[in-house]
């Protein structure tokens, strides 16, 4: 049998509470589906400071490293408000992206049919509304160097950030864009500003030859970053697949989440670089919202972003497209239903806490497998 290496960093806050959630459905796909996943839990953020002094472990970031993929929950409070930079619990966050090499952040904005009266856009702008948009995360002008603020003596201050792209890392995250498009609706719109900035021109370059030279079965659109956002919210249907750099993937991202709705609903993915011998990549799943303190502990955080986080992690860590496809369509049929947690609630519905929201997925899942 397969085994599937899961590692479990539930975190604070809302994230252990979301994360039992999708314990269950591990056990159930293990029990009735002989799913094969081993799991295995460690500390990070605030709880790991509290434990070890570090906002992770060694020996969970080695746990990490060996795993076939890593669940994360959230990290952070006002508890650890005071701490060292070093060790706040985001440091855990960005050490696993780091030394797992995860340049690729994969944002899915999904359009639940049940919540598209609830968008900030027309509902049949919405409805039925499937794009990923894939932000390069490791490079760009977020850690380009120089990054220096100078004094010039004159009474003014210069202030520079760098945008820095090599071709290897364009190459590399448009290729994850070409091969994930290739399992949706097989078109890549990749957003630049070649009109202005040399980074752009060089993006454009590079993920032209690659199209040319590997993927030109996929079809390809250009879009200056800037009207590109602006079709977001015209027409957010027509794009399939985005691709783009850190900064404009970091705005292009939020914007997109909000089309649908609320920060309960939303998951991510960020991937690695595929193994040169088994072509496996490292894999991180987690929800975009954080450890929402204002809520932790009293039963009523949203799961959902959560569990539809473990479906990417089904569909692009293990190629389990069925699985996953059936836990997104239990994640709509009880939305379709009217039941609702705290955040998403609308007149009529039917409100319910976490593990009441957990367990109506997970017998809806049952039911589809
Ligand atoms: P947040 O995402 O934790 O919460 C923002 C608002 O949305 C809150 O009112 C919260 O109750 C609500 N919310 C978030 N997730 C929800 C869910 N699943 N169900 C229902 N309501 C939900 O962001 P905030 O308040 O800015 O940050 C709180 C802490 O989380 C901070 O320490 C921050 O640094 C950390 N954080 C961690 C992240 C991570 O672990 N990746 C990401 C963002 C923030
Ligand atoms: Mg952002």
């Given at each position: 049998?397969?085994?599937r290496?899961?590692?479990?960093?539930?975190?604070d806050?809302?994230?252990p509470?979301?994360?039992n959630?999708v314990r269950?459905i591990?056990s159930?796909?293990n029990s009735a589906?002989?799913?094969?996943f081993e799991?295995?839990e460690?500390?990070v953020?605030?709880?790991?400071y509290?434990?070890h002094g570090?906002?992770?472990?060694e020996a969970?970031?080695g746990?990490a490293?060996?795993?076939d993929a890593v669940?994360?929950?959230a990290?952070?409070?006002p508890?650890w408000?005071?701490?060292?930079?070093?060790?706040?619990?985001e440091a855990g966050?960005?050490?696993l992206?780091?030394d797992?090499e995860?340049f690729?952040n994969?944002?899915p904005?999904?359009?639940y049919?049940?919540?598209?009266?609830?968008s900030?856009l027309?509902?049949?702008l919405v409805e039925?509304?499937?794009?990923l948009?894939i932000r390069?995360l490791?490079g760009g002008v977020?850690f380009?160097?120089?990054k220096?603020i100078?004094?010039?003596?004159?009474g003014?201050k210069?202030?520079?950030d760098?945008?820095?792209?090599?071709?290897y890392e364009i190459?590399?995250?448009?290729?994850?864009?070409?091969?994930?498009?290739r399992t949706?609706?097989n078109?890549v719109?990749?957003?630049?500003?070649?009109?202005v900035?040399?980074?752009?021109?060089?993006?454009n370059?590079v993920v032209?030859?690659l199209?040319?030279?590997k993927?030109s079965d996929?079809?390809l659109?250009?879009?200056?970053?800037d009207?590109?956002?602006?079709?977001?919210v015209r027409a957010p249907?027509?794009?399939d697949?985005?691709?783009t750099d850190?900064?404009?993937?970091?705005?292009?991202s939020?914007?997109?989440?909000?089309?649908t709705?609320s920060l309960?609903?939303l998951?991510s993915a960020s991937?690695?670089?595929?193994?040169g011998?088994?072509?496996?990549?490292?894999?991180?799943?987690?929800?975009?919202h954080g450890?929402a303190?204002?809520?932790?502990?009293?039963?009523?955080?949203?799961?959902i972003?959560?569990i539809?986080s473990?479906?990417?992690?089904l569909?692009y860590?293990?190629?389990?497209v069925?699985?996953a496809?059936?836990?997104?369509k239990?994640?709509?049929?009880?939305?379709d239903?009217?039941?609702?947690?705290g955040?998403?609630?609308?007149e009529?519905?039917s409100?319910v806490?976490?593990v009441?929201?957990?367990?109506?997925?997970?017998s809806?899942f049952?039911?589809?497998m």
């Open positions: 049998m397969t085994v290496k899961l590692f479990l960093l539930p975190g806050g809302i994230g509470e979301a994360m959630e269950k591990i159930y796909m589906l002989s799913a094969g799991t295995d460690g500390l953020g605030g709880c790991a509290d434990a570090a906002a992770i472990s969970d970031m746990k490293m060996a795993a669940l994360f929950g990290v952070g409070g508890k408000d005071g701490v060292d930079y070093d060790v706040r619990p966050l960005l050490r992206r780091k797992l995860l690729a994969l944002r904005a999904i359009c049919p049940a919540l598209a009266a609830s900030s027309k509902p049949e039925g509304l499937d794009i948009i390069e490791t977020y380009g160097e120089p220096t100078t004094d010039l003596g004159n003014q210069r202030a520079i760098t945008q820095v792209y090599d071709t190459e590399r995250i448009s290729a994850v864009a070409f091969e994930l498009a949706r609706r078109a719109c990749s957003m630049e500003k070649r009109n900035m040399k980074s752009g021109v060089l993006w370059q032209t030859a199209h040319k030279e993927f996929v079809k659109e250009h879009m200056l970053a009207a590109g956002g602006m079709q977001l249907k027509q794009f697949v985005i691709v850190n900064l404009f993937g970091d705005m292009l939020d914007v997109a989440a909000m089309l709705g309960g609903m998951p991937l690695g670089a595929p193994d011998k088994t072509g496996k990549r490292k894999a991180l799943y987690e929800p975009v450890s303190p204002d809520i932790a502990g009293k039963g009523i955080a949203n799961p972003a959560m539809a473990f479906a990417m992690c569909r860590s293990f190629a389990m069925a699985e496809e059936a836990l997104e239990a994640i709509a049929n009880v939305l239903k009217g039941i609702r947690t955040d998403i609630m609308s009529g519905c409100q806490g976490t009441e929201m957990g367990d109506a997925i997970l809806e049952q039911s589809l």
